[in-house]
């Protein structure tokens, strides 16, 4: 061992210098700066001065007669100095000290082996060489030149003694790892141990440390293998640790964590009720470093963190800048890559698997032990603040209570010491740092300040059994801030928009119910009330969410002084069940939405007159033409579903806006296909957010390019659809609910649609140049596009004309075998005919104001009936027709209910999203579902127009 030692304030002294200095960090309000100390490397000590690994700083050598050395990590004696093994015992035989060095008279020197004072003779002539002790090992008094023989000369380095001499104290003495130990001590306490290391080294290293002028070095190996031993205090080195610790003497700071000679382990014992202890070390604010993500701006953009080294001999290694080397990273990579984890504001994520066998290997992964700091500048000067260590494997370090947990200062990478279990032979395992995670987190109050953060370091034992077998490594960087404001916003934002989503959904219940005409409650309005308000509940936490996270987001991206971070688990998996439960109601929504749209009534009122020269009959083909074109329109929408999932995935993977989504201050466009530098880590509500973005950006222009240019150059389906009931001389009555519905008045101004050609084309031209009367309903208007509401009897006998052709058609159903498209009403013609004549002369004669007991009137909807979608006026006798410019009968078709749809997207390719993190693949399932569910749709509704028109189903393309 090495001889490092420091000078020995005494206990009244230190105690008075704590106190003063404690007063004077309160006064100035810096209680969070008492663990930190000046950065000091050993280089730095003046020649008086040796570096203390204990205190990491220059100290003057204790022992008398001593000098540093040359590497300033110990002290040696003085070149006229001879060093004594013999220990120096005070009065009641305790060890003051395990060596000494004595002068030598002025006319001695010291002997090559420094164990003796000698008197120098002249220089040895060329051939001879100088002998200081005779053969049987006596010291002479004098030096003495001898011969050399030929072929011989001096080698300079021993004292030519044919006797062996005991290099460390008396040969009758007990010797332990060099160290002179009582006869007395047996047995040896760490002999208990398996480790052949701690076997070894163990006795030596405790009667070390534990003299009244310990030794460092001896202190730092007992250290060593209280680590390597998981900091078990049924361990003898980590009993024996904790022992000294406890009457070690602190350094000049409030609390006791460093001492003048032990290495501090623990964040628990003697401080265990300071601010070192669990619940309060993680809101240490001591660290005054002002952190950036833009290096434009004044704060740093870097972590930088220094590791101080040790192997097992408790030798200390020096400092090695963690931020810039593989210190606590084992996976192979880029050197770009491994410092991108200590870009401020970077999540890191790094996975690999090494080869089992490996660790084995000393020359590879050397066995070192670890202790971190955070190096921050103040006043000009250079500090280190120690990072705790959090070791999963330890105690109650797997729980969630804070207060139970053990932080510790030092840990290893790989040790592969600890495992050896005899001299010279092979570990039986091997102990290796698998999972590191270093946590960071924030401070709200202080814009770019952090609290302390820690290292958590999870270990894994590898026998030799599985040496063919290859490890997980993982090492990590992750962010937190305080979340109870975020939690109290949604919360605040979730109960506001709760309560009103469902006063509001009561409030569309109570239209419906007036559409419907129920007086009564029933189960029915239950089971609308679900759809509905799962409806706007969907849309409310979709809106909630998206809003709250792109606005993180922005700010997220946007910000150079930190103030906030992205959303973390197992706060962002709230937004996540949010999302879920906005799924699922939107589902329900949706499978709502195709059944009611599926289930309408519908018919077609043909206003052709019979003619006789086509035996007084009606064409049946224009209203099997309107049947198909309305069949057509059921599933079209304003935009392509095709063309959306196109941009979407070109926006977001072939240019590259997914990596926005990176929780990273430098996460640019295209980040992820430099192949050289860290990607990083891709936050799934950020890739929500910008998914979300992205697609109603995509959709609104579809919409604006489908208003603007398609339907007004190229195509208007839907007012083609109004316009080709006109020159069919069809209208189209729509019953959404019981008394409510909308109207298609395709009444042709000409008076009849069966005519030729050349006629069509004639009638087409006068009403271009405005030679005919109006489409519309009312004269001089040429709206044909309605809302009706309309009276219980009209209902009353809507049903009562309609029951022969429900009732034809259940034993039409029930009478067809497995005879495939066979016509289904082959049978009872004659009264579905009858029927559906019937049918058609009421609503004809309804239309044409016949009725007097069943009129209606037209009118404008009301600012507040179009904003809420529903009618103040109830029609209790008469019906209603409201004009309808906007076409809104849509409404029944995917047309219409493109918010719904694009919503529904959104959600599934976000659920698809956050188990694969592959927008390609999400957007591809995505596409086939849609296309699926749109030909459920449009088998339903085909169904729908066969149960309820008469249209034979084989008439329908």
């Known amino acids: 061992m090495d001889i490092q030692t420091s000078m020995y304030p005494t206990k009244r002294y230190l105690i008075t210098l704590v106190a003063i200095c404690y007063l004077i960090s309160c006064s100035h309000g810096q209680i969070g700066l008492q663990y930190s100390f000046e950065y000091t490397q050993p280089q730095e000590c003046t020649t008086d001065l040796f570096y203390n690994s204990a205190t990491f700083q220059c100290e003057s050598c204790r022992m008398l007669n001593t000098t540093p050395s040359t590497d300033k990590l110990s002290c040696d004696c003085m070149t006229n100095a001879k060093k004594s093994f013999e220990p120096i015992l005070d009065g009641t035989k305790i060890i003051t000290q395990l060596f000494s060095c004595i002068l030598c008279a002025d006319d001695e020197v010291v002997s090559r082996d420094q164990s003796e004072c000698i008197v120098a003779n002249s220089t040895c002539p060329l051939g001879a060489s100088i002998s200081q002790r005779i053969l049987n090992g006596t010291s002479l008094a004098v030096e003495q030149c001898d011969t050399c023989i030929p072929g011989t000369s001096d080698s300079g380095s021993t004292s030519n003694s044919a006797c062996t001499f005991c290099p460390t104290c008396t040969c009758e003495t007990q010797i332990k790892d060099g160290i002179c130990l009582k006869p007395d001590i047996t047995p040896d306490p760490y002999q208990t141990q398996n480790s052949w290391w701690i076997r070894s080294k163990g006795l030596a290293a405790y009667y070390g440390c534990s003299s009244q002028i310990p030794n460092i070095t001896a202190c730092q190996i007992l250290s060593n293998m209280c680590t390597a031993l998981m900091y078990s205090q049924s361990m003898r080195p980590c009993s024996d640790y904790a022992t000294l610790y406890a009457g070690a003497i602190p350094t000049n700071t409030a609390d006791e964590p460093r001492t003048t000679d032990m290495p501090w382990l623990y964040y628990v014992g003697s401080v265990s009720a300071s601010k070192l202890a669990p619940s309060s070390l993680l809101e240490l604010t001591g660290i005054p470093t002002r952190y950036s993500f833009k290096a434009s701006t004044s704060g740093e953009t870097q972590l930088n963190m220094i590791a101080s080294k040790y192997d097992e001999n408790g030798e200390f290694l020096g400092f090695e800048s963690v931020s810039t080397s593989s210190t606590i990273q084992l996976c192979p990579n880029t050197k770009n890559k491994k410092e991108a984890a200590f870009r401020f504001g970077t999540r890191y994520e790094s996975q690999c698997s090494i080869s089992a066998v490996n660790l084995w290997d000393r020359g590879r992964y050397p066995v070192v032990y670890y202790e971190l700091f955070i190096e921050y500048e103040e006043n000009g000067r250079q500090f280190l603040y120690p990072i705790p260590v959090l070791i999963t494997n330890l105690q109650r370090n797997d729980g969630d209570n804070v207060d139970d947990w053990t932080f510790v200062r030092r840990f290893a990478m790989v040790d592969s010491l600890v495992g050896v279990e005899t001299e010279g032979g092979q570990a039986k395992y091997v102990r290796v740092a698998s999972d590191l995670l270093l946590k960071i987190k924030i401070r709200v109050d202080d814009e770019g300040h952090i609290f302390v953060p820690y290292l958590t370091v999870t270990m894994q034992d590898v026998p030799t059994g599985d040496q063919d077998k290859d490890v997980q490594l993982t090492f990590a960087v992750a962010y937190e801030e305080d979340i109870s404001n975020h939690k109290t916003v949604l919360i605040t934002y979730m109960t506001t928009v709760g309560c009103l989503t469902i006063l509001w959904s009561f409030f569309q219940l109570g239209g419906w119910r007036r559409r419907e005409g129920l007086k009564y409650v029933e189960g029915k309005s239950f089971f609308m009330l679900l759809l509905i308000f799962c409806g706007n509940l969907s849309n409310i936490i979709f809106i909630v969410i998206f809003s709250i996270n792109m606005v993180r987001f922005i700010v997220f991206k946007g910000q150079d002084t930190i103030t906030t971070m992205a959303p973390k688990d197992p706060f962002a998996r709230n937004y996540l069940i949010f999302l879920c439960f906005a799924f699922a109601f939107k589902c329900v929504e949706y499978i709502g939405m195709i059944s009611r749209q599926s289930a309408i009534d519908i018919f077609f009122i043909d206003w052709e007159k019979a003619k006789a020269d086509f035996g007084n009959k009606i064409s049946g083909w224009r209203t099997y033409f309107v049947a198909n074109e309305f069949n057509e329109l059921q599933t079209i929408r304003k935009t392509s579903l095709a063309l959306q999932m196109f941009f979407v995935l070109l926006f977001l993977e072939v240019i590259g806006l997914k990596d926005l989504a990176l929780e990273s201050p430098l996460g640019a466009v295209g980040t992820s296909y430099d192949v050289d530098n860290y990607a990083g880590v891709p936050n799934k509500m950020f890739r929500f957010a910008l998914l979300a973005c992205t697609y109603m950006l995509i959709n609104l222009l579809q919409v604006l390019f489908n208003y603007f240019i398609y339907t007004r150059m190229i195509s208007d389906p839907i007012n083609e659809f109004v316009d080709l009931c006109s020159v069919c001389n069809v209208s189209v009555l729509l019953l959404v609910e019981r008394q409510h519905g909308y109207y298609i008045h395709g009444r042709s101004v000409h008076g009849t649609a069966e005519t030729d050609m050349y006629e069509t084309a004639m009638n087409l031209n006068k009403e271009r140049e405005n030679l005919t009367s109006s489409r519309g309903l ?116 995917f047309h219409g209910r493109e918010f719904l749809l694009m919503t529904f997207e959104i959600l599934l390719i976000t659920m698809i999203d956050y188990g694969s993190e592959n927008f390609v693949f999400a957007c591809i399932l995505t596409y086939i579902i849609q296309t699926v569910m749109g030909f459920i749709r449009q088998s339903m509704g085909k169904n729908n127009l066969v149960r309820k028109t008469l249209v034979d189903e084989r008439f329908l393309l």
């Open 778 to 893: 009312e004269n001089g208007s040429s709206l044909q596009t309605f809302h009706i509401s309309i009276p219980s009897k009209f209902r009353y006998q809507y049903d009562k004309i309609y029951y022969p052709l429900k009732m034809n058609r259940g034993e039409a159903n029930s009478g067809q075998g497995g005879g495939g498209r066979q016509n289904k009403f082959s049978k009872n013609v004659e009264i579905t005919v009858s029927a559906y004549t019937t049918m058609r002369n009421f609503l004809i004669s309804f239309f044409d104001h016949t009725f007097m007991d069943m009129e209606y009137f037209i009118k404008d909807r009301l600012f507040f009936e179009v904003l809420f979608d529903m009618e103040f006026q109830e029609p209790i006798e008469n019906a209603v027709i409201y004009n309808d410019p906007m076409v809104t009968f849509d409404g029944n078709l």
